[in-house]
């Protein structure tokens, strides 16, 4: 397959520092993800509510780290298994870093175990993820 | 409340990956990794096409599952998983649908908590899985008592 030298084993993989999340960001995933749950963009709504204030959506944090391993993957691998427990609420002006350990890597199968982390170096998101080398043929 | 839905299932809905829809997802994320958006980075690729971020089946309708009628507030998110055959295309034809896997309640520090798993599935014109994916959602007792009402 020729892809016999792109290896993650002992590689320490550089993390992902994201920019701090803002409310115009949390409208803007709202309208591509169609979620449009007030307690991301009322903060009216959400000020009154037992969260005293917007949160992010999990699933941008969750997006954040979908970035991550798709640049880990490059064009080499894909996204083939990815797991995540939702641990801590996100709000606007938080700063998410991804981080990630290559667990196991044999047969062109990567096996991670992933971070979301915020500021105070606080897990928001912990998950796992399965890279699979891509096939050359047999797709399109 | 849920647990007569385990089992049950919505009717298929046709989506479709639209160029447009990966842009402004992958913007709200702020991944601008061309292999969702540019062209001709797509065609020099190993798959010569443009690809749709991991979470993007967040985006798609999955139709509506009889008798499951979901508080807009109250919920917590608590797992996520995506589970792929293949990468998702842009332009692609994707057939979505829902089933609900799981109902059970378990006592926590905010009384009776209920957890509702719901599975995904986007599937190719052939019938053919593409992807999964599970959602474990946490509801309150103080937001079942109203949904009783």
């Known amino acids: 397959m020729g892809m016999e030298s792109k290896t993650l084993l002992n590689k320490q993989i550089p993390k992902l520092v994201k920019q701090p999340i803002t409310r115009v960001q949390l409208s803007q995933y709202a309208g591509a993800s169609g979620d449009f749950n007030r307690i991301h963009i009322d903060e009216e709504f959400a000020r009154n509510s037992p969260l005293k204030g917007v949160i992010a959506h999990g699933m941008l944090s969750m997006g954040f780290l979908g970035q991550y391993l798709d640049k880990i993957a490059g064009d080499d691998f894909h996204v083939k298994n990815f797991k995540v427990r939702f641990r801590a609420m996100v709000r606007p002006g938080d700063t998410i870093t991804c981080a990630a350990e290559v667990m196991n890597e044999e047969n062109q199968v990567i096996s991670l175990d992933l971070k979301a ?13 399965i890279l699979l080398a891509k096939e050359e043929e047999g797709y399109l | 409340m849920f647990k007569d839905r385990i089992g049950k ?14 842009k402004k997802f992958a ?30 089946p967040r985006t798609f309708d999955y139709g509506d599952i009889e008798g499951l009628n979901l508080p807009n507030k109250g919920l917590i998110h608590g797992e996520q998983t995506f589970h792929y055959e293949r990468p998702l295309r842009v332009g692609e034809e994707v057939f979505c649908f829902a089933k609900v896997k799981n109902y059970f309640e378990k006592k926590g520090n905010f009384g009776e908590m209920g957890f509702l798993v719901i599975e995904n599935y986007g599937e190719d014109v052939s019938g053919a899985l593409i992807f999964s994916s599970t959602s474990t959602v946490v509801i309150s007792e103080a937001v079942r008592k109203v949904l009783v009402k």
């Open chain 2, 27 to 56: 913007e709200a994320i702020g991944d601008l990794d061309p292999i969702y958006f540019d062209e001709e980075t797509g065609e020099n690729s190993r798959y010569k096409a443009n690809l749709a971020p991991p979470t993007f």
């Open chain 1, 117 to 129: 982390l915020n500021q105070h170096n606080e897990p928001v998101i912990l998950g796992e993820a």
């Open chain 2, 9 to 22: 299932q919505s009717n298929k809905v046709k989506n479709v990956v639209e160029r447009g829809a990966v």
